[in-house]
């Protein structure tokens, strides 16, 4: 989980796919530090939702979220799972004003959990939460590898299939790291051509149809590890 402000997001999604130029993926978000017995979205939980959420669900209209609210692991039942709802539709009604359509939100309605155990937040300085469930795709425009002095562009059309194999059998394959960080501990670098290296691990660079993701990192949203079976990754390349 990587933190921002007062929440967090999943930097990682449990399920995500390609498609041509395109990344489908659902994430998990985390609203938390309501007041005790209140449930009005403060400046903190405002600015994560416009920085976090909003450009995601904007992305097309395949983009769904769900909300659930939970309020606290302890007091009273009833109060506890009124309140919980007031949270996650005080979310809801914050999207809707910042034109999400209804037919985004699945389920309709928001979730209250109250004070259940089996909810998405059981740590007791995060009770007082909302947590969005995302599904959403992003357009990918262009796509490129990096390192101190070279800067390869992935071509679309080089680009034959996601490869499931063990990368270390194959070295016409690249492993590309996609993270928001991008440091890596190991160039693929040797004689003209991208050699694996094991672990391989290489950062990316990723330009994106959405203003918000216009240059730079991959998004905190992105998968961790994405293999690309390449049919010529040896040219450098340099976007300028």
């Known amino acids: 989980m990587t933190r921002t402000g007062k929440g967090e997001i999943d930097a990682y999604p449990t399920n995500w796919r390609w498609e041509k130029d395109t990344l489908w993926a659902e994430a998990t978000v985390l609203l938390y530090n309501f007041d005790v017995d209140g449930s009005d979205l403060k400046k903190e939980h405002l600015d994560f939702l416009h920085d976090q959420v909003l450009f995601f669900l904007d992305d097309g209209p395949e983009a769904r979220v769900g909300v659930v609210g939970q309020a606290s692991l302890t007091g009273e039942s009833g109060h506890n799972d009124e309140l919980s709802?007031?949270?996650?539709?005080?979310?809801?009604?914050?999207?809707?004003?910042?034109?999400?359509?209804?037919?985004?939100?699945?389920?309709?309605?928001?979730?209250?959990?109250g004070d259940a155990p089996s909810g998405p937040v059981k740590e007791d300085n995060r009770d007082r939460s909302v947590t969005l469930n995302l599904k959403f795709s992003v357009t990918i425009e262009d796509l490129y590898v990096f390192s101190d002095d070279w800067t390869h562009r992935l071509d679309w059309d080089d680009i034959i299939g996601v490869d499931t194999a063990d990368h270390s059998k194959s070295i016409d394959k690249i492993n590309i790291e996609?993270?928001?960080?991008?440091?890596?501990?190991?160039?693929?670098?040797?004689?003209?051509?991208?050699?694996?290296?094991?672990?391989?691990?290489?950062?990316?660079?990723?330009?994106?149809?959405?203003?918000?993701?216009?240059?730079g990192y991959s998004t905190i949203l992105m998968p961790k590890w994405v293999r690309i079976p390449m049919k010529d990754a040896s040219a450098p390349y340099d976007p300028g």
Request: net charge positive.
């Open 85 to 113: 709802a007031k949270r996650a539709k005080a979310v809801m009604n914050y999207l809707t004003t910042k034109k999400i359509a209804a037919s985004k939100f699945q389920p309709k309605e928001p979730i209250a959990l």
């Open 178 to 215: 996609m993270t928001a960080w991008g440091a890596p501990r190991y160039w693929v670098l040797g004689g003209g051509k991208r050699v694996p290296v094991m672990p391989p691990e290489i950062p990316v660079r990723l330009r994106s149809r959405s203003p918000v993701r216009a240059w």
